[in-house]
């Protein structure tokens, strides 16, 4: 059977052409009866809109992008929340109609080649993920002209994000470690070229300041590997340190193996707090307390705001609550 056409639509329902066209593209001038009419008729006859010529009426491409920026040994693309987020994200699209793709930006050369097909006009708009702090994407996209939200705060000040309370969250860890009457209370950061981990550091560093307690800070990477390495040198450098908040899960994970490893017992020798609360947070023995990222409502957070943005909604940023779930590590 030959694919209904548009006029074959206006003929069942015996209204013109254009009055097809204005229900199908979602117009809200046309009258309630028309739109049934023309509704019945499609049913009928199982038309299915052109959407290559919609798009060029429309001038949509009903096709979202979403941009990992992320070094090649992927610190964020691996990190156990990073699916939950895609699923999110993916969900709230599919619910709007929209299409989802999903690039990496590795290199100088990949980001190139993105910045090129989101001028090429692919989509309607864009979400980046794991920005650097002096990643200079987020100024190059803007420059496009389509609408871009970033999935945590960016150098570029003209672009919409919408972030977790990070320091908020390290407040919440380092407050509870007071309360429970740790006084030498150390943090293992992530990689300080990202936001979160800046911000993380500088809420751990201000509550101890209020409380007049000294920083102990050892660097580290968001891996396991590098919160163990962390670990160890805290515990060389300060063997009296009693608490330490590390800046995500995995590097609490690893810091536990360390403390192990050493004869030191957590959490009656050393508390031990992890910011993200991933599923394997429950399991570590003992089981891990945690900052909880509400990462799958900050993805859906952020897909609103962009979709708000490409129908010339607000840009005000979006910051996302924490809570504190307090397991027997503390």
Do not use: C
Request: no cysteine; charged share 25%; net charge neutral.
């Amino acid at each position: 059977m030959k694919r209904p056409t548009l006029e074959v639509v206006a003929a069942r329902a015996g209204v013109s052409k254009s009055s097809v066209s204005r229900v199908i593209n979602g117009e809200t001038t046309v009258a309630p009866e028309i739109r049934d009419v023309v509704m019945r008729a499609v049913r009928e006859l199982g038309y299915v809109p052109n959407g290559a010529a919609r798009n060029l009426v429309t001038r949509r491409t009903d096709t979202l992008a979403v941009v990992v920026s992320d070094p090649p040994q992927g610190v964020v693309s691996d990190d156990p929340l990073f699916s939950a987020v895609v699923r999110a994200v993916s969900r709230e699209l599919e619910k709007a109609g929209k299409r989802l793709v999903l690039m990496l930006a590795e290199s100088d050369q990949s980001r190139t080649r993105v910045v090129q097909y989101i001028a090429g006009g692919h989509v309607d708009g864009v979400l980046l993920v794991a920005l650097h702090g002096t990643d200079s994407l987020p100024a190059a996209l803007a420059r496009q002209g389509l609408p871009v939200v970033s999935f945590n705060r960016t150098s570029a000040e003209d672009v919409p994000y919408v972030a977790l309370d990070n320091a908020g969250g390290a407040a919440l860890a380092v407050r509870h470690l007071l309360e429970r009457g740790r006084r030498r209370i150390a943090t293992i950061t992530g990689p300080l070229e990202l936001y979160e981990a800046r911000e993380r550091l500088a809420g751990y560093r201000q509550t101890l300041r209020d409380t007049e307690r000294r920083s102990i800070v050892a660097l580290g990477d968001f891996t396991r590997v590098s919160g163990a390495e962390a670990m160890r040198q805290l515990l060389e450098d300060d063997p009296d340190l009693d608490a330490v908040f590390a800046s995500n899960d995995l590097m609490a994970i690893g810091a536990l193996r360390t403390l192990q490893k050493a004869g030191r017992r957590v959490p009656e020798d050393v508390a031990v707090i992890g910011f993200d609360d991933i599923e394997a947070a429950s399991y570590t023995s003992p089981a891990l307390t945690s900052v909880r990222s509400p990462m799958a409502d900050q993805a859906t957070a952020a897909v609103h705001l962009l979709l708000s943005l490409i129908d010339g909604g607000p840009t005000d940023p979006v910051i996302m609550p924490n809570e504190l779930v307090v397991r027997e590590s503390t």
